[in-house]
């Protein structure tokens, strides 16, 4: 089964300590993005990548970092400068070709941060 | 810059009915890509329907339908007989044709879609 994961579901971490965010393919996709999604909003956008080894800021990158060290994975850290960490999570990925270019998502880390 | 605006926060419906969901964009190029996106209480987000802006034939998938105006940067999304799963945000998104560093998806801030029974 092709598709995206992201682990766990849920995390809870104490203020002060910086937490990875897990996100996986294996649909063979070149591109892969991260957005924070605060309730009852819509998608901002974090980071992405296009190939490994490179990768952009987005609309909110202070206060995270990433690597893309392997095509199929795109780790999140969250450090501990992220002033309002709690929220949910979103990894997502696609391809680079003509054709389908929309995106596809993983099911979400729900982060709480206390 | 592209932009996607959704002007409509929240919208309800009775069940079996059709409803219509508004977006606009503003974008200077000639060929791009459009989608309208589900994200159910479960908080997966689904693609619910894509368009490509050279295609003129407007997209549909089984009770969802677009109304893409290109000279008006419109695109509307459709929803007929209306179910209780239909319940969920929906996110409309524009995407560019050219694949250079910068390519990313321009999502909406969503509309929150209720279905009265």
């Known amino acids: 089964d092709g598709g995206i994961t992201q682990s766990p579901k849920y995390l809870f971490r104490k203020e002060g300590q910086n937490v990875t965010l897990s996100c996986e393919q294996n649909?063979?996709?070149?591109?892969m993005y991260w957005y924070r999604q605060d309730p009852g909003q819509g998608l901002r956008l974090i980071y992405y990548?296009?190939?490994?080894?490179?990768?952009q800021k987005g609309d909110i990158a202070e206060g995270y970092s990433v690597s893309r060290e392997k095509k199929e994975s795109f780790p999140l850290t969250v450090t501990s400068a992220q002033k309002n960490p709690t929220a949910f999570y979103l990894c997502?990925?696609?391809?680079?070709?003509?054709?389908?270019?929309?995106?596809?998502f993983g099911p979400g880390t729900r982060l709480t941060v206390t | 810059a592209q932009t996607v605006t959704q002007s409509q926060p929240e919208m309800s419906v009775q069940e079996a009915e059709t409803v219509t969901l508004s977006c606009t964009y503003d974008?200077?190029?000639?060929?791009?890509?459009l989608f309208w996106y589900k994200q159910p209480p479960s908080r997966q987000m689904i693609l619910v329907i894509r368009q490509e802006a050279y295609k003129q034939q407007n997209a549909t998938e089984n009770r969802f339908s677009v109304n893409f105006q290109k000279a008006a940067k419109s695109f509307s999304l459709k929803i007929s007989d209306s179910q209780l799963g239909d319940a969920a945000m929906y996110f409309c998104a524009y995407r560019s044709v050219p694949m250079n560093r910068d390519d990313k998806i321009i999502f909406g801030k969503g509309t929150r879609l209720h279905i009265l029974p």
């Open positions: 649909l063979n996709h070149d591109a």
């Open positions: 997502a990925s696609s391809v680079r070709t003509s054709g389908r270019r929309e995106q596809y």
């Open positions: 974008t200077s190029e000639s060929d791009y890509y």
């Open positions: 990548s296009q190939i490994v080894n490179d990768f």
